[in-house]
């Protein structure tokens, strides 16, 4: 009656139960819902459904612009400071673009957390003329 599964049949069963849900797919359609505008307004950055559950819903014309803007800037100013020859810089912007990369794929999310604030302003920062040393 019972069956026993090897160390190498179970992980198979592990993997293919996560092929075709999980983070890719939910990524993918928060990249969609960002970019399928509708109208102007749309759901904006608090939408109430989260990952592949947003369907068929719509972040509007005036949320796309202005978290293209903020991640783009954030982007460019990260990179910058990333071929700093400054070390404190240039160690800065590598974490502030690893977390805007991150930030990228969970768009909507990310503007509600206090640390996207902190990496804002990190990023604007960096980008002064101010000596960190």
Do not use: W
Request: hydrophobic fraction near 40%.
């Amino acid at each position: 009656m019972y069956r026993v599964y090897n160390r190498r049949f179970f992980i198979q069963m592990q993997i293919d139960s996560k092929i075709g849900s999980g983070s890719q797919a939910t990524s993918e359609d928060m990249i969609k819902y960002l970019f399928n505008i509708q109208n102007l307004l749309g759901e904006g950055n608090f939408p109430e459904k989260y990952g592949e559950e947003l369907g068929k819903s719509y972040a509007g014309i005036i949320t796309m612009l202005l978290d293209v803007t903020i991640y783009s800037f954030m982007g460019l100013s990260s990179l910058k400071a990333y071929f700093s020859s400054n070390r404190e810089k240039h160690l800065l912007g590598l974490g502030c673009l690893y977390y805007v990369l991150h930030g990228v794929k969970a768009n909507y999310l990310m503007v509600s957390y206090p640390y996207f604030v902190l990496i804002f302003f990190i990023t604007y920062l960096l980008n002064k003329k101010v000596e960190l040393s």
